[in-house]
């Protein structure tokens, strides 16, 4: 009895390949990091040369932080939720972190006017016109993340989130976790340069 070897497979093993959706997220991430990461290059480079005014930073900013950290739970739990088939619980959490997201624009509007009730404007001094364009920025983009989110409600109500399409809520919690993190770093940036 003679043996056989066995065949080769000729298909490649198996490997988990990144979303195509997913892929262009990460690259815009990047680009977004890059931005922010020019502006507060450019905030040190420009406090060094002089003509600074030194202010309080808002205190609206803190609570800015923890409005988005409860946001970015909020949507962890929604993403729980679409893998076990909470439908109730997925459009609550959904529209939880939609709220908390609106709530950090309002906290960011009272921050600018606790800046101009200390006479600290866009146009003036470099040190309030960065304070506004950072965190100006980092506002548009959680606007745009709440309009994402408005989406993504309305398909938990379609139902067409559930634990076998989740590739809509996991680019969303990308985006959210993401702008979580930069918000954390911009406070932390302006807390320890004011």
């Given amino acids: 009895m003679s043996k056989q070897p066995l065949a080769k497979s000729s298909s490649p093993a198996p490997r988990s390949a990144v979303h195509p959706l997913e892929f262009l997220l990460w690259g815009f991430l990047v680009s977004v990091f890059m931005l922010f990461a020019g502006l507060t290059s450019a905030y040190m480079v420009r406090r060094a040369d002089g003509n600074w005014l030194d202010f309080q930073l808002p205190g609206a900013f803190a609570l800015s932080t923890v409005l988005v950290v409860v946001s970015t739970l909020s949507l962890e739990f929604a993403r729980k939720s679409a893998r ?49 364009v950072l965190s100006g920025m980092h506002a548009l983009h959680i606007a745009a993340a709440i309009l994402a989110v408005g989406v993504m409600l309305y ?37 320890w340069m004011h």
């Avoid at 139902?159 to 932390?188: C, E, N, P, Q």
């Fill in 155 to 191: 398909k938990a109500f379609r139902l067409d989130i559930h634990s076998k399409s989740l590739l809509g809520i996991r680019l969303l919690a990308i985006f959210w976790h993401f702008l979580t993190v930069l918000w954390l770093y911009l406070y932390a940036f302006l807390w």
């Fill in 84 to 132: 076990r088939n909470e439908f109730p619980a997925l459009r609550a959490y959904l529209g939880g972190t939609g709220l908390l997201g609106l709530a950090f624009l309002a906290s960011q509007l009272y921050a600018y006017r606790q800046c101009t009730d200390q006479g600290i404007f866009l146009v003036g001094n470099p040190s309030g016109s960065f304070l506004y």
